[in-house]
């Protein structure tokens, strides 16, 4: 359960540096928790962020960086520049990686060819000693250093295995190189295993190198929304044309757009016309017409035309900077099935040491001759074989591709128990309007009962009030016929039934058909039965004493609809429809789009409760809406999808949005769950394995029975080779084709 946020509370997602492994994403999490005033933190080892939520009173962002920094690890806590510091580091970070382990496999390769073949060489021992030196000291230093940290507070990582296996191996070379003599009164050859020593570490280098360049491919989705801004924007400054940084760019400015400009911030168009490409937001490949008043976006790229617009929205505000800021949540979030994972990286490196330690005693006490020599290389085998980044990277990875795919086709996922448990969904209740339908509705008939023009003003007050998607064509078929609007008093919206207000001590209503009727006023002398036999929707305006209007509105139905019905159905979805409209208008929607379960006259609290009696028989239901009245609902269901094109409390309701309102996108989301968790089930199933695997192995539990022992070298090479492969599956997901096809 999540902590509630009190107004103290305070909210931060930063970047943080210097993990290694999966284990040292489990030590941030540690210590941050310790910090007085932390109430949650959750740490994305594969992206490299840390969400925190703590309380302002109690603590600060810089406190945590401080803390974190004598652990050796960072924050980079000023968002303006933390991504592309991040970035920088990681650049500076891999070349530095790359010239380490170029200098590394130098001096190890001599190491190896003398330790392989030419031991009976005369002081060749000194030689791999002066070359191994280097190796350890120098280019792999930042094992041991990370370790000793890490041990000064009492935690373990990855690099603790590595700077133990290594460092033990070197050090008993090292020995056995000044003091060959303590073997030679006992009878003993002393053996030296410099070349394991620097074969791990180059190993060890290589799988970081590969595994650094595969997790900066998964978040490719956050650097293609990113690039899709321009740096510099064309105003209208006292009647000239002057480019400025889009920084520099305020509401209100007037922007000019020229063919083949990418748009800078949202916007109204306010002059001129053009086709707009708005994929790389939508999802959807074909060009948008834009004319005066129409909506533009940043990021979208316009085609042939050019026009001018009014900025509206700039900066974090734009459409574009939320779904940046959405995809990066829901990449940093954790997916229910991490946690085990989780659980058993905080206590996998301590288990490894103890196994290691375990098998140099048990070889020590029945390894026969040679024993000492042959548990120690055992030990450290263990040591270097054992892999917790496979472990921590098997979830995180195929979540920020899932995330980042989704992202790139239209489909914006708010976190990765949503991602995680879409795959399961096997009931699908739909809103009509905006919905299954356009969600533009345009009113067909009009009957008024009474001339008096002063009703023609006071409807237009009400609806102008109204936050119903059906008020905007009764407004401005009013407005069509002269109507002004009149102040109105006590206004209030009727969840599921419609608007009332006072004007002059008068209460007006508008609404549907069963609430006027639940007034009390009679509908006899309007035409309601034939224009609700025609499936249109019907809006009644009337006093306390009598019925004054009522209008027939249309709302066509979206074109893909009942194809993104039959996908559903054909996955084995049972597909339901709500709506608050008639039951007339309910059937002849459903009909036409292939729904067999449907209800009309349906108020909000109704959605919620027919979702929640859903989950009581056992379905896992996805809930779909568009408007306010359908944030009960969405709140309700296991997975809330909602329209892009819809209401802002929809949207911040609800776990997904599909950009493009297009109802094919929500087969699109399920498929694309199915292979994102089919991806963290096959990474979990090989980290698992090799790990139960690898370490016995290690330990030497095949050498009584064929006298199989595990080099060190291998061992390191397996273990660079399973983290590598964990990624490189995840990024399969990137080329997966996640369009329904029938």
Not at 151 to 164: C, H, R, S
Not at 544 to 550: G, I
Not at 589 to 603: D, R
Request: aromatic share 8%.
């Amino acid at each position: 359960m999540e902590t509630e946020l009190k107004t103290d509370d305070q909210q931060l997602l930063v970047p943080v540096t210097g993990m290694t492994c999966a284990a040292c994403a489990v030590s941030v999490e540690n210590i941050l928790k310790k910090q007085e005033g932390v109430l949650e933190c959750a740490v994305n080892f594969a992206n490299e962020s840390v969400s925190i939520s703590f309380d302002n009173t109690q603590t600060n962002p810089e406190a945590l960086k401080h803390a974190l920094q004598a652990v050796g690890y960072d924050l980079l806590l000023h968002p303006e520049n933390a991504q592309a510091q991040q970035a920088e580091q990681k650049v500076n970070q891999l070349l530095t990686l790359q010239k380490r382990l170029f200098w590394a496999a130098i001096l190890t390769f001599p190491v190896v060819v003398l330790g392989m073949f030419f031991m009976e060489l005369p002081y060749v021992n000194w030689v791999m000693l002066a070359l191994t030196t280097p190796v350890l000291a120098i280019f792999g230093r930042d094992f041991f250093i990370h370790a000793w940290k890490q041990a000064k507070y009492g935690q373990a990582n990855m690099d603790t295995l590595v700077a133990l296996s290594t460092g033990i191996a070197f050090l008993f070379s090292l020995f056995n190189t000044v003091y060959p003599e303590f073997w030679h009164h006992r009878g003993l050859h002393p053996h030296v295993y410099y070349e394991a020593s620097a074969v791990v570490i180059v190993f060890i280098m290589v799988g970081k190198w590969l595994e650094e360049k595969a997790k900066a491919n998964t978040s490719t989705a956050i650097q293609k929304l990113m690039g899709l801004q321009p740096r510099t924007v064309w105003i209208i400054d006292n009647g000239e044309e002057k480019e400025i940084e889009i920084s520099a760019v305020r509401v209100g400015d007037r922007i000019v757009v020229k063919p083949g400009d990418k748009i800078a911030v949202d916007g109204k168009v306010l002059s001129g016309t053009s086709y707009i490409d708005e994929s790389m937001i939508s999802g959807e490949p074909v060009p948008v017409e834009k004319n005066k008043g129409s909506k533009v976006f940043a990021g979208t790229v316009n085609q042939q035309g050019s026009f001018r617009f009014l900025a509206e929205k700039v900066g974090d505000t734009t459409l574009l900077a939320q779904i940046i800021r959405m995809v990066q949540q829901a990449q940093g979030s954790k997916a229910p099935i991490q946690q085990l994972a989780d659980k058993i990286a905080t206590v996998f490196v301590p288990i490894v040491m103890a196994i290691s330690v375990l098998t140099f005693v048990i070889w020590a006490s029945f390894g026969g001759e040679n024993a000492l020599t042959q548990g120690l290389l055992a030990a450290v085998t263990v040591l270097v074989i054992a892999c917790p980044c496979a472990l921590g990277l098997a979830t995180p990875t195929a979540i920020m591709v899932g995330v980042g795919k989704g992202a790139e086709n239209g489909i914006l996922i708010k976190d990765a128990q949503s991602l995680e448990l879409a795959h399961r969904i096997n009931a699908v209740v739909l809103d009509k309007t905006g919905t299954i339908t356009e969600g533009k509705p345009t009113v067909t008939d009009t009957y008024w009962a009474s001339s008096e023009p002063a009703f023609k003003s006071i409807a237009l007050a009400l609806e102008s009030q109204s936050s119903h998607p059906l008020a905007a064509p009764i407004v401005q078929t009013l407005k069509v016929d002269g109507a002004k609007s009149v102040p109105m008093l006590q206004f209030e919206n009727v969840a599921g039934k419609g608007v009332k207000a006072l004007f002059e001590g008068n209460e007006y209503v508008i609404g549907s058909v069963s609430w006027i009727e639940e007034r009390g006023l009679s509908l006899a002398n309007f035409p309601i039965n034939s224009w609700q036999e025609s499936a249109k929707t019907v809006v009644v305006f009337a006093n306390n004493t009598e019925v004054l209007a009522a209008w027939a509105i249309t709302d066509p139905v979206k074109p893909t609809s009942a194809q993104a019905v039959a996908d559903l159905q054909r996955e084995g979805v049972e597909v339901y429809m709500l709506t608050g409209d008639n039951a007339f208008t309910a059937q002849k929607v459903a009909q036409e789009v292939g729904i067999s379960h449907f209800k009309g006259h349906v108020l909000p609290a109704d959605k919620a409760a027919f979702v929640e009696q859903l989950q009581q028989a056992g379905k896992i239901v996805a809930m779909v809406g568009d408007g306010i009245n359908d944030s009960h609902a969405l709140a309700q269901a296991d997975v809330s999808i909602a329209m892009g094109k819809g209401s802002d409390i929809a949207m911040d309701v609800a776990k997904m949005t599909l950009i493009s309102s297009d109802l094919q996108k929500i087969p699109q989301a399920i498929r694309l769950s199915k292979w994102t968790v089919a991806a963290i089930r096959q990474n979990l199933f090989w980290a698992f394995i090799y790990n139960l695997i690898g370490i016995p192995l290690a330990a030497g539990v095949l050498y009584p029975i064929n006298g199989f022992l595990l080099n060190p070298m291998i061992a390191g090479a397996a273990m660079a080779l399973s983290s590598v492969s964990v990624v490189a599956n995840s990024l399969r997901l990137k080329w997966k084709n996640f369009i329904y096809n029938s």
